[in-house]
């Protein structure tokens, strides 16, 4: 069974940066196609995709938000790292990780985990 | 970028009835297209892959349709637990496009 979890600070001030751990079980990703990503969702609002990485180290970021963000894994300790830079209240979101895999859903997000709400505020 | 364009972006329905919700691609992404919903304060739930291809355990009154730009996601019979949000996803190129969401509600 596959699982993923999100964990990470609640609030974080402007112009700090911040840093996100997906914690998942059920699979490696040093499988050949998979990958872990990252979505955001602000209050009432659509989703957004950030970035991934592949178990090959590939890694793909929003344009719009690729020179605030660094996706590394650790494949020994199952785990996706996520910083984000330059933090803004318009930041402000619900952040999900999610299971991907290029070769059964084509890159399909099948397994979320539950998200963690950051807050930016002084 | 490519841009994905769902319509309506809410809609009214009562139970029992067949629902169409349309997701349009900027440009051809094949059948690289993925529907989701999503439940309120929850993450959301793959239900179609590849256009077509229905998620294991989704049930089989979901299905999708399409290629190149124009996808369809109907739901046969709406049943109660369907009221959610639903959206569209491309992950033919970076970034990997999420429509606007298709919010439906209990008419």
């Known amino acids: 069974q596959i699982t993923l979890k999100e964990s990470g600070p609640t609030l974080v001030k402007p112009t700090q940066t911040l840093t996100l751990t997906c914690t998942f079980s059920g699979f490696s990703l040093s499988t050949n196609g998979v990958g872990v990503g990252w979505i955001r969702q602000p209050p009432g609002k659509a989703l957004e995709w950030l970035a991934v990485i592949y178990w090959d180290d590939d890694k793909r970021y929003s344009p719009s938000l690729k020179s605030r963000l660094t996706i590394t894994k650790d494949t020994s300790k199952n785990q996706v790292v996520l910083t984000m830079t330059n933090m803004d209240p318009v930041d402000t979101a619900t952040f999900y990780c999610a299971h991907s895999s290029l070769l059964g859903v084509k890159g399909a997000f099948d397994i979320w985990g539950q998200g963690t709400m950051v807050t930016v505020s002084s | 970028d490519i841009q994905m364009t769902q319509s309506p972006s809410s809609l009214s329905a009562s139970v029992g009835d067949r629902v169409t919700i349309t997701c349009r691609a900027s440009?051809?992404?094949?059948?690289?297209l993925h529907w989701y919903q999503q439940k309120p304060g929850k993450a959301p739930k793959l239900l179609i892959y590849a256009a077509s291809s229905l998620q294991s355990g989704v049930p089989s009154r979901f299905s999708g349709s399409g290629s190149g730009t124009d996808f369809t996601l109907t739901i046969s019979s709406l049943q109660p637990e369907d009221f959610a949000t639903y959206y569209c996803?491309?992950?033919?190129?970076?970034?990997?496009?999420f429509g606007q969401g298709t919010n439906v509600e209990i008419k």
């Open positions: 996803q491309q992950t033919s190129t970076t970034p990997r496009t």
């Open positions: 440009q051809s992404i094949s059948t690289y």
